[in-house]
């Protein structure tokens, strides 16, 4: 089967065989306080700034899940008060943690009908971090990365927290007006699930060391001061999920030598190849405003097809996601990451000619 879902997806090219190399190595049998654990470390993080440009004196940090990330910026960066771009349930995600821990929250919410442009709105003076998501898998709404780094320029006392989890490692920010970003590995990177990571500017570290230093409860065993501080030592607090993290640095290593300049102009190909063909079917993109279109997750209007497309793909070999909560039944949500080979896309689009 060829999975075209937004998460857990298809496999990336080769971990079946990176997992084989891993238990030939031991790796799941290494301790986490050795040498060869603080090498795997070492690599992947220098290997993911590598690809992302992500500046060298960031913290790379590993997590259990970005659900966990979440949970994490809010009670190691958020004192008050945070504020939140809503643009669907993954935001909305973001912004109940932070009231889960009785933060006072104030948000905008956007409306993908319309052109957004997120430097248009006022942010509130007592704000200690602003939280977005770069790209919303629930309906397929991208925001534009100039308007997030615009936003820091404006604000630069304030944290800029992005969730890039389904835009990854598509997503091309400019890391210096980003200060905390965070992914799980099943999405983009094609990956089995159970890892988080997240990029941490020095900004947001001085931050969360503050607080610690004032007394406030910035979490216990995850705090980002104690992540960062053991990152410095290429160390975890637990015993991480070293498995994931080599396979991590396997697909980091593949991506390199593709170029990530040509992982990007191949996504933005699928993705034009999707839209030309669903603009012109009779089921349409859930967004129709293309400046909001996601490039990673298409989003389709299915008119409560969604079981029966769902079934003849199936038939063809290929899974997609249904939709997201109360749209279960009326779209479909495909997934565009750099697994996809543009003959896979091809193929899927197919299926839907008579
Ligand atoms: C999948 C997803 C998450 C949650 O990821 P987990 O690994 O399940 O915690 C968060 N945000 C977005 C945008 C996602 O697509």
Redesign the pocket.
Known sequence: MLYFT??PSQLFDGVENFITDALKEEIPSLSHRGEKFKYIFSETSLNLKKLLNIPENYSIVFV???????ERIIQSVVEKESFHFLS?S??K??IDISKDYQKQTNAVELDYEQIIDLTNYEISETAEVICL??????NGCMLDVKHIEEIKKNYPEKLIAV?????VPFVNLDYRYIDIAF?????GFGLP?GL?VMIISPQAFERARELKEKGVCIGSFHNIYELCLNAQKLQTTETPNVLNIYLLNKILEKMLRIGIDKIRQDTDKKAELFYDFFDNSKYKPNISVRENRSKT?IVVNTDGDTKKIMAKLKNNGIIVGEGYGQNKDTQIRIANFPVHKIRDVKDLIQCFNP
């Open positions: 937004v998460g259990s899940s970005a659900t966990e990330a979440m669907g993954f935001s995600k973001f998501t770069h790209n919303e898998t629930s969730d890039i989890v389904s835009s992914f799980s590995v099943q999405k699930a988080g997750v």
